[in-house]
């Protein structure tokens, strides 16, 4: 259920990183998903490596679609189902306890579990409903970036 395609991007300077990019998304966000993508790859300045979607199980299919038609043969994208990140059980006391605030809330649960499993040392994590419409350039210079754990935390210039 991924798509997953030959890299061709702009080239970059070797001193920035290359970074890998995580958007969790709900199906909300399918109209604007292909969009947000592409302001990703048009306004940052490093190169990016791996697009990472986490969605529920219900969407992964018209994601797959949409982003095919776009994409084919231009970006490395994986899409997992959120259930990787976020057990049903845990899904289901947050929507009891949390109610019409549970869909932020298990985002914000699964960025953190995708942070702990993924091995990558840069992932930028975008919300779904951010768009970048100026260059950016995320860095990891220690004046730049603080460090928390070993991971860093994006700054940008």
């Not at 490093?46 to 038609?69: C, G, T």
């Not at 057990?87 to 914000?108: C, D, F, L, N, V």
């Not at 860095?139 to 730049?144: G, K, L, N, R, V």
């Amino acid at each position: 259920n991924s798509i997953k395609e030959n890299v061709k991007f702009h080239s970059n300077s070797s001193s920035k990183p290359h970074i890998n990019i995580l958007i969790c998304v709900a199906r909300k966000d399918l109209e604007l998903l292909e969009m947000q993508i592409q302001s990703l790859i048009q306004f940052s300045n490093n190169k990016i490596n791996e697009i990472y979607i986490v969605a529920p199980k219900s969407i992964i299919r018209d994601i797959n679609f949409k982003l095919n038609k776009v994409f084919f043969n231009t970006l490395n994208i994986y899409i997992h189902d959120e259930e990787k990140y976020l057990e049903p059980e845990a899904e289901k006391i947050i929507i009891e306890y949390y109610g019409s605030r549970s869909g932020w809330i298990k985002a914000e649960l699964i960025k953190l579990e995708f942070l702990r499993l993924h091995k990558s040392k840069y992932v930028l994590v975008v919300d779904a409903d951010t768009f970048f419409v100026s260059k950016r350039t995320w860095s990891y210079h220690a004046a730049d970036a603080c460090l928390q754990n070993g991971k860093t935390i994006w700054v940008f210039q």
